[in-house]
């Protein structure tokens, strides 16, 4: 059988692989939809959460992205759960596109929340997040998004609101790490300045949170190209069908210093830096990042000979991913990994960066570094 007969069954296989697993997602998220629903408050489970709540006395606050699905039944819920239990009704604040949660979280904490619940995806997670940094308030999290790669993560249930509520109150306080990287220099900024329209005091740096992985070149692009409509209807899956129009996107000329290091030049097509590293599917990029070391994990993945190398490429993520590393240094795909504190990351062509699925910009330099137990999340109680 030829090379080109191999590519087609392998691309058969990988069709029919997310064919299930969208039927999977649309199973699960019709299940969901079942579940809230129905009043939870029947449940004897609802009715215990409940009476701790009360007897603890927590001042529970949500910050909920209302353009999730079911958000609007579980606030339901969690009302109707407060009044038949003669308690006050919790603290609830909607995120908007101006202020996708972080301004809700700290009027939350200003309000005296003892817990800040973060319902939504990723970037309502992220925004909660921010807002909590340094202030010892913990951050539960009702995954209801696209990725939940947080919640992935700490092995929070998805799919299972009233689980992941159980959690927030019965749970317990885990400080992790955060990472954050500052946006040095967007392309478009450099193009202004040397149009000279946008005066140099009108542009800075910025930094933006993330709780699992950063990253720029193929994974970035693949983010901006994924269609929105497509992503509501078969979730994570079309990540992956965006990344298929760009495997044969070029590679990066880019030059790195990690730490202390000397700078290196290298071309690749993707640099990830991780706090943790376990995405949908099963994937494992970063196998050896652990949430709370104090280590950002450091990938870069370079790919050449076109299907052949990404194809070698797939077969590293799901052997690293599995435990099982490729120590060689050769190969037309190939993943290197290391670790640092701190990582400062020059693109003189500029590409996509994207901090835990949300797309920052173009850049052409940046640099990341890590927060040692900055944020403290509720968990499951071993």
């Known amino acids: 059988m030829g090379w080109v007969a191999w590519v087609a069954v392998v691309a058969g296989v990988l069709a029919l692989a997310a064919l299930v697993v969208a039927l999977v997602v649309w199973t699960r998220q019709r299940e969901l939809h079942r579940r809230l629903a129905h009043p939870v408050t029947t449940s004897p489970r609802a009715t215990e959460l409940g009476r701790e709540v ?41 995120t908007t596109v101006a202020d996708p949660g972080v301004g809700q979280a700290r009027a939350a904490v200003a309000a005296g929340a003892d817990l800040v619940v973060a319902v939504g995806g990723d970037g309502t997670v ?41 959690i927030a109150v019965r749970g317990a306080d885990r400080a992790i790490d955060v990472g954050w990287l500052r946006v040095i220099r967007l392309l478009e900024e450099d193009e202004a300045r040397e149009a000279g329209t946008v005066p140099d005091e009108a542009l800075g740096e910025r930094d933006h949170i993330f709780l699992v ?19 509501a209807r078969v979730g994570w899956i079309a990540y992956f069908v965006a990344g298929m129009r760009h495997l044969h996107g070029l590679r990066l000329r880019v030059h790195v210093r990690i730490d202390d290091e000397p700078t290196t030049t290298t071309r690749l097509r993707s640099l990830l830096v991780g706090n943790c590293g376990r ?77 835990d699925g949300d797309i920052v910009g173009k850049v052409t330099e940046v640099a990341a570094r890590i927060d040692p137990g900055a944020l ?5 109680a071993a």
């Open 279 to 355: 995405l949908p599917g099963g994937i494992t990029l970063l196998p050896d990042a652990v949430v709370d070391d104090g280590w950002l994990d450091v990938a870069a993945i370079d790919t050449r000979a076109g299907i052949a190398g990404w194809a070698q490429l797939f077969g590293e993520v799901m052997l690293q991913g599995v435990g099982v590393k490729n120590g060689k240094a050769r190969g037309v795909g190939r993943i290197d990994h290391t670790r640092a504190r701190e990582i400062r990351v020059v693109v003189p062509a500029g590409e996509w960066a994207q901090v």
């Open 54 to 94: 009360r007897e603890r006395g927590q001042v529970i606050a949500y910050v909920a992205n209302p353009s999730k699905p079911d958000v609007v039944a579980l606030r339901e819920a969690v009302l109707r759960a407060a009044r038949e239990q003669d308690r006050p009704d919790p603290l609830w604040f909607e």
């Open 376 to 380: 403290v999340v509720r968990v499951p």
């Open 126 to 166: 992220r925004a909660v997040a921010e807002a909590l940094v340094g202030t010892g308030v913990p951050m539960a999290i009702v995954p209801v998004g696209t990725g939940n790669l947080l919640a992935r993560n700490l092995d929070l249930p998805l799919g299972d609101p009233l689980a992941s509520l159980e």
């Open 213 to 231: 992985i950063a990253g720029l070149g193929f994974d970035a692009a693949m983010v901006a190209d994924t269609d929105d409509q497509l992503k």
